[in-house]
Nanobody, 115 residues
Framework: QAQLVESGGGLVQPGGSLRLSCAVS????????MGWYRQYPGKQRELVAY???????GYGDSVKGRFTISRDIRKNTVDLHMNTLEPEDTAVYYC?????????WGQGTQVTVSS
């Protein structure tokens, strides 16, 4: 059973920074894309950022220039570096991984931006 374990969420003041990390179990083979999504209450999940196996990245419009996605192939992790956080970034953030067979989700981690 493939597992994605997220860490790093929490409470931060506006303008602050957080780093989310997702550890992907070693038995998940053939990864094509790793990414982060977020979900507001009562809304569908939306893409925050992704990184492909080739290293290409993409970002949602609202986080461009503030968030950076990175991966560590050796550790099998994908991180989301979030800077200049705004109250509108408050949401549950989910790690997502896709391979040739399926896509997998983490359990979610809460990020709250508030003074």
């Amino acid at each position: 059973q493939a597992q994605l374990v997220e860490s790093g969420g929490g409470l931060v003041q506006p303008g602050g920074s957080l780093r989310l990390s997702c550890a992907v179990s070693r038995n998940l083979r053939g990864i094509r894309v790793m990414g982060w999504y977020r979900q507001y209450p009562g809304k569908q999940r939306e893409l925050v950022a992704y990184i492909t196996v080739g290293g290409s990245t993409g970002y949602g419009d609202s986080v461009k220039g503030r968030f950076t996605i990175s991966r560590d192939i050796r550790k099998n992790t994908v991180d989301l570096h979030m800077n200049t956080l705004e109250p509108e970034d408050t949401a549950v953030y989910y790690c997502n991984v896709r391979n040739f067979v399926a896509e997998y989700w983490g359990q979610g981690t809460q990020v709250t931006v508030s003074s």
